[in-house]
């Protein structure tokens, strides 16, 4: 089962940021948190991932609570082309460890 | 550096028959895992491989099978075809097993089985 619970969709104007919730209350110290979207029936893109830090690259922003409980994605400026459906997935630390995907959240960016 | 790779895009078959699906990944990655993805269950993992050997198994039947090559090139089975094993079948690769490592998925294959 997924140990991430996120909202069903959301939507966002084409321009503003996108900050997408993961709620993770299980989480251990030791696992990690992946982002991935999916846009239609292509495969999923890898976004980002993070264990305990904040995260920051080209494509978003990873914000983890301090007590790790909780994460959120933020896409600064949403384009059209974001709109995709986004998982998040924690992975525990270890080998042989596969993702195990939820439903995720449905984002449509509105022009 | 090219993605991961997966032949052919598109499959058709029928009940009871049997089809192989093929996968490359990313040069130099030697994680290769494959996953199920169904309207209704979404995406499922079927299997890992790393240097030829199965780590890790989803929960499948056992008509579904798949093997890792010595260049990481990864082959999936499936046999006895039934209607409910239509789905896009997706393939991702890794540099490793760790879970630091992040996977790339390929664009999938759809399989139709009529």
């Known amino acids: 089962d997924a140990k991430t619970t996120q909202p069903t969709s959301m939507d966002c104007a084409e321009g503003r940021a996108a900050n997408l919730p993961c709620n993770h209350s299980?989480?251990?110290?030791?696992?990690?948190v992946y982002w991935y979207r999916q846009i239609h029936s292509q495969g999923p893109q890898y976004i980002i991932h993070?264990?305990?830090n904040n995260e920051t690259n080209e494509m978003a922003s990873l914000i983890i609570t301090e007590d790790r409980k909780s994460s959120t994605l933020i896409l600064p400026h949403a384009t059209l082309r974001d709109t995709a459906v986004y998982y998040c997935?924690?992975?525990?630390?270890?080998?042989?460890?596969?993702?195990?995907f939820g439903p995720g959240t449905r984002l449509s960016v509105l022009p | 550096k090219a993605g991961v790779t997966q032949t052919p895009r598109y499959l058709i078959k029928t009940r009871g028959q049997q089809v192989t699906l093929s996968c490359s990944p990313i040069?130099?990655?030697?994680?290769v895992s494959w996953y199920q993805q169904t309207p209704g269950q979404g995406l499922q993992f079927l299997f890992e491989?790393?240097?030829?050997?199965?780590?890790n198994k989803g929960n499948f039947p056992g008509r579904f099978s798949g093997r890792q090559f010595s260049n990481s090139r990864s082959e999936m089975n499936v046999s006895t075809l039934e209607l409910g094993d239509s789905a896009l079948y997706l393939c991702?690769?890794?540099?490793?097993?760790?879970?630091?490592?992040?996977?790339?998925f390929g664009p999938g294959t759809r399989l139709t089985v009529l």
């Open positions: 993070g264990l305990k």
């Open positions: 299980t989480i251990s110290g030791n696992e990690y």
């Open positions: 991702a690769s890794s540099l490793g097993v760790a879970s630091y490592n992040e996977q790339f």
């Open positions: 997935i924690v992975r525990v630390d270890g080998y042989g460890q596969n993702f195990v």
């Open positions: 491989y790393f240097s030829e050997t199965q780590r």
């Open positions: 040069s130099g990655h030697r994680s």
